[in-house]
């Protein structure tokens, strides 16, 4: 890289443009441009378990493996259908469905822009080739054409079920049933735009389960950072000196905050265990609980499991920030605080706290953050169970999403997640002031 | 440090040790008890401590190599991301480029944007791509994750450099990109090598994108491989408690060697000096 330099130049602004660029590349890409993916999913009826509905459009496509195929089953069933009607009434209109079909299939094969594509399927399909190749597979149809065909075939639908209904030949009725089957197929094959507007934000907005997986998160937010910014200010206050022994307490600290969440769960789903949980049993020993199955089994219980052990993961960590910042406060104030009189009590009202509020901001807001989406924790430690009572949004969202495979419906979630974040950071950006990036912009 | 430490102070002390160790120590202890004493067994202590269980734990599921594959993800992804971070973190505190707060506040915001808003159009596309169940499926979205946390830390660093050092460069006829790979680059190696710490121990810990993405058991991480003891009708606790043992001496060795770095690391993007 560095020849490359020499030979042509930049200037420092232009090399300043050309450094920025990969990791402002790879932002976009991953994290904004997904976001508004996210958006634009919700919107659709968008399942990747439902070949019919496994990618978001707009206007009508066709899936052309499926049609071909079921084309060839088609003509065959529909033959054998004119040939047992042949000579009754019947024979008219079931003449005049095979026309008006043949008519619309001719259209598809003979247009500009799917004739090509047609041929080559309808040959891999002959020779039982799969087609996976999706720009291959499917291919666009106008919106007009596919609504007329897809009008058609529900007429000829409903004139051989009023045919199959009054029949009373056995065999005739099956010929019909197969006909219809196979034109079923065919509509099948034509899919429709998937965009459902707002429809999904309806169902879930106006779901109980929602309500309470937003509720269990907002809770678990708010209880876990108060304790943890409460204690975590305590033990950075008390451990404010100088002492033997700090290299101890620093690791202390940080084992719990650097080991993996899923592990720490897995650790704390055995410690509450209620058959071998050594803190359920002394819990219930000491009369906290009633029995000791009590912390995963009930609600009330799992999610105070939850709460302690994600203050007891992060707590640690909010102590080494909030004893950052007290070492940064001068001793001369507290010295001449004395000198005026101050108690204790005023000086860390007076002092200790403004001095501290910045750096307490900030901690809450990575903090706060952070508690909101929590995942592994409750995925690993309850399921979000028992009967949903920790799931959160995030836990939620990932069951519709990759569970029920359902990325139109899981989307909402995804955006009401993203939101509700925006929300809080904008809240706390607000508290925190914009000092936070100045500072960060270098002196020029 | 005004206050003196007295033996209150080294008995609370011990305690806030005591209680954050006890459920490392709880789970050690466990593990080295055969088997047939855990269950409704509250001893503290075994008299006939065994390595059964750790040999069940690497038996039953191929535990070192979710332990390879993870420090494969890690180190790629620390590599990388701290390559990327560190060239744009240095345009933004030394270059005299444009928009400097809009950049930053634009990797501010990547940094809170929750996962589970950007999984699933990430999942088609690492699935358009086809690489799922690979490395680089899980070091793309670990990198992008990592960079606003590299590159504030590493704005950070940077700006502690004194710049008479780069104009002293400068007048000797450095271009600046020879600027930055020869003075500004290994004068912050301290600022670097903290900041690499930091994005390994999160890319070791990264959960959600490791359990949708490499789902193949060949391709498992550490924190979802482990996740996984569990899924049988009896939880075999003993299993459980080695393996977590044993995913754990990596990190708390990296902890103990450099605790001093991480701690600074930490600190720095929250604290004003």
Redesign the interface.
Known sequence: ??DK??RF?????Q???V??M???I??F???????G??FW?SMFDYRLNDPTRNQTTLSYTIDLERYADNYFYYERDIETLIDSVEGTEMEPTVREIEATIEEFHEQIVTSDNLAEQYAVVDEMVMNFQPVNDDDLKYGSISNEFSENYIDAIEAADAELTNYFEQTEDEELATAIADANAQLGQLDRSLIRPNFIGLANYGKYLTEARTWSAMWNTVFFTVVSVFFELVIGLA?AL????????R??????????W??????????????Y?G??G?VA?YFEQLGFISDASVLLSTGSGAMFSIILADV?KTM??MA??LL??LQ?IS?SL?EAAEVDGAGKFQQFLYITLPMLK??IL??LL?RT?DA??V??LI??LTGGGPANSTES??VY??QV??AQQN?GE??V???I??LS??LI?IIFIKLIGSD??E?????? | ?????GIW??I??SI??FV??F??L??FL?SIKPPAE?????NWFTTNPTGQSYLNAIQTRPLFLYMWNSIAVSTLTTVLAIS??S??A?????????F??T????????A???????????F??ISGLGLRNSYMGLV??Y???S??LA??IL??FF?KIP?ELEESAKLDGA????TF?KIIFPLAAPGVFTTAILVF?AA??E??FA??INSDDNWRT???G??L??SQYT?P?GD??AA?VL??IP??I???IF??R??AG??S?????
């Open positions: 890289m560095g330099k020499k130049q930049l200037n420092e602004s090399l300043g443009y450094m920025v990969p990791a402002l790879l932002i890409a991953i994290t904004l441009w997904p976001v993916q996210s999913n033990v008390v451990i404010n000196r100088a002492f033997i022994g290299g101890a307490v620093r690791a202390a600290v940080l084992i719990p650097a080991i993996p969440t899923a592990v720490s769960a897995m650790m704390w789903s055995y410690l265990d058959q071998s050594i049993h007891w640690p960590y080494l920030l950052a910042g940064t001793e507290y910045s750096a900030v901690a990575f953050l909101f989406r995942f592994d995925y690993v949004v995030s969202a990932y999403l990759f990325f899981g989307s979630l995804s955006v997640m993203f974040v925006a950071s936070l990036f500072d960060k912009k270098g002196s020029k | 440090m005004r206050k003196k430490a102070f080294y609370f002390l806030f040790i954050t160790m459920p490392f709880w789970v466990t855990i269950f409704n067994n509250f990327v971070a060239l744009a240095y345009a933004v505190t030394r270059l005299p480029i444009k400097k707060g950049i930053l506040g634009i990797v501010l915001a990547a809170m944007f929750p996962q589970i808003a950007i999984i699933s159009p990430i088609n596309l793309i979205p990198i992008t994750i960079l606003p590159i504030w704005a950070t700006k710049y271009t600046p990109f020879q790979r121990i070791w810990n959960f959600l359990l949708t550490v924190p979802v482990l996740s003891y569990q939880i606790w459980i408690t977590t995913v754990t990190i708390v990296i902890v103990l605790q001093r991480i701690v930490l600190t993007g929250s604290v004003k000096e």
